[in-house]
């Protein structure tokens, strides 16, 4: 792990409420795969690879490519998706969108 990928881990235990361990764990109740999924997403934004992504969120990297899917598809198609996991997508964006602004902000002075 690297401070990048714990500042997320620590960023999505706000959001959905769930405890870091909770979501680094193997554990498949709801909403712990999603969040791991977002998490992996958000670093392949930051231009890590699929295999790297998974990795720091502790994965197979076939897994998270279709988690990954799963989630985009869910984002199509939302009358698929959970609530809660419509929620905890929205916060985890709102929650990075407002980090990225303050990094930013941070830079400019």
Do not use: W
């Not at 076939?62 to 984002?75: N, P, Q, S, V």
Request: proline fraction near 3%; aromatic fraction near 8%; include cysteine.
């Amino acid at each position: 792990m690297n401070e990048e990928s714990e500042y997320l881990f620590e960023l999505m235990s706000k959001v959905s409420g769930e405890t870091i361990e909770a979501i680094k764990s193997k554990e498949r109740r709801r909403p712990l795969p999603a969040c791991r999924y977002l998490i992996g997403m958000e670093l392949v934004r930051r231009g890590y690879r699929a295999t790297r992504a998974a990795r720091c969120i502790g994965i197979d990297h076939a897994t998270f490519l279709h988690g990954r899917k799963m989630m985009e598809d869910l984002r199509i198609n939302p009358q698929r998706a959970f609530k809660e996991e419509q929620d905890i997508d929205m916060n985890f964006r709102q929650a990075l969108i407002k980090y990225r602004r303050a990094v930013t902000a941070h830079k400019r002075q």
